[in-house]
């Protein structure tokens, strides 16, 4: 017998057989499971925004007082004056 048979096979025992009995319940407790689920993924992704704004807001903050953009003094060569 080949594959494919063996897998023809397979698939029409499944087919031709009686679906199994779901329990009566089973619905509800999906939807409980599946709805907690969107709560969970809802509340991280408020979590996760509010970390990413105060990183932004604390970037911001650092930014501003420390002034990266500014060339700091030179300290090599003291000051020429008296010419």
Known sequence: MTRFARREAAVREILES???VVPPD???D???R???MLRRRAAARRVLWVLLGAAVVAFTVWALTVRPWDQPPSDTTPPVTGW
Do not use: I, Q
């Open 30 to 32: 999906a939807l409980a």
């Open 34 to 36: 599946g709805s907690r």
């Open 26 to 28: 089973l619905y509800a």
């Open 18 to 20: 009686t679906p199994p």
